[in-house]
């Protein structure tokens, strides 16, 4: 069963995805870039460390599995 705690709100830390879909992303942190709020964020492909900076509306919280 899964475990989902969503009350709305991104922070850091949190474990999101983008809408449409992808890998499991850590958000390492929240701003403003251009006027637009955006998240960055930090990732695994393969083992290679991925970053990158994606609009809050671009996002949502992962479903983390119990």
Same mark, same amino acid.
């Given at each position: 069963m =899964? &475990?989902? =705690?969503? =009350?709305?709100?991104?922070?850091?830390?949190d474990v999101v995805q983008l809408n449409s879909g992808g890998p499991d992303m850590t958000v390492t942190g929240i701003g403003s870039e251009d006027g637009v709020r955006s +998240? $960055?964020?930090? $990732?695994?492909?393969?083992? &290679?460390?991925? &970053?990158? +900076?994606?609009p809050l509306s671009s996002? &949502?919280?992962a479903r983390q599995k119990s």
């Open positions: =899964d &475990k989902y =705690d969503d =009350d709305g709100e991104i922070n850091p830390e +998240v $960055w964020c930090c $990732w695994f492909a393969g083992t &290679k460390m991925e &970053k990158g +900076v994606f996002l &949502k919280r």
